[in-house]
């Protein structure tokens, strides 16, 4: 996405999108595309605020805190610590006790249009954002049923998500 942001060192990802906590480094963005057999590698956030961090233990730097049901795909295993990658192609390790395996995705599109039924013929009920994080309710070929934080239901194409 033209003119996106990429930041480094410490920022929050949320339900709600990005908080940046400082400033921007290099502009662009590499989002990340999960074939069928990569989705079965994903793991999801399963404490409150977890630490994503620069290697496999408590002693290295933070890079970024996640929230609870943040899709991460793994990348590789380390004892207790698994290397994870967030859908801006960003990579870091989280303790493997902290990890779930709750389904959500993430929305990688500016504006994404959430919809009554799984088709662009049902009516527009509601828009995500960029960053927004949603609970995968239920999958049908090309469209995902996700529910939001304030727990309105709808369904997204699945092109415009990742994660699940």
């Known amino acids: 996405m033209p003119g996106a942001s990429r930041f480094t060192e410490s920022r929050l990802r949320h339900p709600f999108g990005l908080v940046c906590r400082q400033a921007l480094v290099a502009a662009g963005l590499s989002l990340a595309l999960l074939s069928g057999a990569q989705a079965q590698n994903m793991v999801s956030i399963k404490g409150s605020v977890v630490n994503l961090r ?8 933070t890079l970024w805190e996640l929230l ?3 899709p991460l795909q793994v990348l590789q295993r380390k004892g207790n610590w698994v290397k994870v990658r967030d859908f801006e ?3 870091g390790w989280v303790a493997r006790s902290l990890l779930g395996r709750t389904p959500h995705h993430v929305v ?3 504006v994404a ?3 009554k039924g ?5 009516p527009i009920i509601g828009r995500a954002e960029y960053g927004e994080l949603l609970r995968t309710r239920a999958k049908r070929s090309s469209w995902v049923k996700v529910e939001r934080e304030d727990g309105q239901t709808g ?4 092109r415009l998500l990742w994660g699940w």
């Open 54 to 61: 620069e290697g496999p233990s408590t002693r290295t730097e």
């Open 68 to 70: 609870r049901g943040y």
């Open 89 to 91: 192609n960003d990579s």
């Open 108 to 110: 990688k599109v500016r």
């Open 113 to 115: 249009n959430v919809r």
């Open 118 to 122: 799984p088709s662009t013929r049902q």
């Open 155 to 158: 369904w997204i194409a699945k």
